[in-house]
């Protein structure tokens, strides 16, 4: 693709998302929601956090990310149920998945 076909994609793309932001803006003061679609709303944020987690902490690229990154994700989203701070979270998973890899687990 050229250097013109990228700039117009950058452009397009850029366009599309401002106008969704000012639509999304501008609708949500015209158009109410019952309590049932909010709630759906809500659900699928969560599904889609956590899809793009469990992706994240599965795979590196195409190839599977290792035993020890799954390992040390658990790790952190254990902490994470049990309420610890963002910063314990992370250095949880974090440590759980070097120790891991230190050992010879990849």
Do not use: E, H, Q
């Amino acid at each position: 693709m050229s250097a013109l076909g990228v700039s117009v994609a950058i452009i397009v793309f850029a366009c599309g998302t401002y106008a969704l932001r000012v639509s999304g803006v501008l609708l949500r003061a015209r158009v109410a929601l019952s309590a049932g679609a909010l709630a759906s709303l809500d659900r699928s944020i969560v599904c889609l956090l956590v899809a793009v987690a469990l992706t994240s902490m599965l795979f590196d690229g195409n190839d599977f990310g290792g035993p020890a990154r799954v390992i040390g994700v658990s790790a952190g989203a254990i902490a994470a149920w049990f309420k610890a701070p963002l910063v314990a979270v992370v250095f949880v998973a974090a440590g759980v998945t070097a120790l891991l890899r230190l050992s010879g687990i990849a």
